[in-house]
């Protein structure tokens, strides 16, 4: 069964400070996963996405990292902002254009 | 901004209503999606159109019924729903179905609820 899996659940942190987030995925066959982030009462957007042949992508002060033998991903926030409060969702898709949704992780950055 | 439009942003209705959530991308991409999506939950993909045609529908009930008449146009036709079916529905829609790399992009959502 394809499976994504996200921790922490929920995170508080001060603002200007690092966060990384988590992401274990059991999904077959694997093509690509990718990290969006959604604001409350709006559309997701994405941030990364990433195939099993990457190991770490850039957006700006977001980065991912991929072990596709681990089936591990993360998203690493650098020098957070009160803007960056949001739900961030890690998913995972098989070839078949199928896919599967974590539960998210809810960041909530404090002044 | 996203550039895939939704509308409306709400939308009340009784339960022996019909009513349709229409979604419209100007992207040229060949792939559109409906996810339903419930407060602190991911959203749940319902249905795919690829190339005008339906090509997943993950059982969703038959009171929820896709349309896409155009390649740019998706609609969601809702009649008989229940008050369980309130939530945000989100349409998207990408470059392919299924394409390594192909960003989903996300329209803003509906929010729908049944009275």
Same mark, same amino acid.
């Not at chain 1, 990364?48 to 072990?67: H, P, Q, V, W």
């Not at chain 2, 939530?87 to 509906?110: H, K, P, V």
């Given at each position: 069964?394809?499976? &994504?899996?996200?921790?922490?659940?929920? @995170?508080?942190?001060?603002?200007?400070?690092?966060?990384? /987030?988590?992401?274990?995925?059991? &999904?077959?066959?694997? !093509?690509?996963?990718?990290?969006? %982030?959604?604001?409350?009462?709006?559309?997701? &957007?994405?941030?990364?996405?990433?195939?099993?042949?990457?190991?770490?992508?850039?957006?700006?002060?977001?980065?991912?990292? @991929?072990?596709?033998?681990?089936?591990?991903?993360? @998203?690493?926030?650098?020098?957070?902002? /009160?803007?960056?409060?949001? !739900?961030?969702?890690? &998913?995972?898709?098989?070839?078949?254009?199928?896919?599967?949704?974590?539960?998210?992780?809810?960041?909530?950055? %404090?002044? | 901004?996203?550039?895939?439009?939704?509308?409306?942003?709400?939308?009340?209705?009784?339960?022996?209503?019909?009513?349709?959530?229409? *979604? =419209?991308?100007?992207?040229?991409?060949?792939?559109?999606?409906?996810?339903?999506?419930?407060?602190?939950?991911?959203? =749940?993909?319902?249905?795919?159109?690829?190339?005008?045609?339906?090509?997943?529908?993950?059982?969703?009930?038959?009171?929820?019924?896709?349309? *896409?008449?155009?390649?740019?146009?998706?609609?969601?036709?809702?009649?008989?729903?229940?008050?369980?079916?309130?939530?945000?529905?989100? *349409?998207?829609?990408?470059?392919?179905?299924?394409?390594?790399?192909?960003?989903?992009?996300?329209? =803003?959502?509906?929010?729908?609820?049944?009275?």
């Amino acid at each position: 069964k394809n499976q &994504v899996e996200q921790s922490p659940q929920s @995170l508080i942190i001060l603002e200007g400070k690092n966060c990384t /987030l988590q992401c274990n995925y059991t &999904v077959s066959p694997f !093509s690509n996963l990718r990290w969006y %982030k959604q604001d409350t009462g709006r559309g997701p &957007v994405s941030l990364t996405i990433m195939t099993f042949s990457e190991n770490t992508k850039s957006n700006g002060r977001y980065t991912a990292t @991929l072990d596709a033998d681990t089936k591990q991903s993360s @998203l690493h926030i650098t020098a957070s902002q /009160l803007s960056d409060s949001a !739900s961030y969702i890690c &998913v995972a898709h098989t070839n078949a254009g199928k896919s599967t949704f974590g539960d998210g992780t809810t960041l909530t950055v %404090k002044p | 901004d996203t550039e895939v439009t939704q509308t409306p942003k709400h939308l009340v209705m009784g339960m022996t209503n019909k009513k349709s959530l229409k *979604c =419209e991308q100007h992207m040229g991409h060949r792939a559109m999606y409906w996810y339903k999506q419930k407060a602190k939950k991911p959203p =749940e993909l319902m249905f795919v159109y690829s190339y005008e045609k339906l090509s997943i529908n993950e059982s969703v009930p038959s009171r929820f019924s896709p349309e *896409c008449p155009n390649s740019s146009l998706l609609n969601l036709h809702l009649h008989a729903l229940q008050p369980e079916d309130s939530a945000l529905y989100l *349409c998207a829609s990408s470059q392919f179905q299924g394409a390594s790399g192909n960003t989903i992009y996300f329209g =803003e959502g509906s929010w729908l609820t049944v009275v």
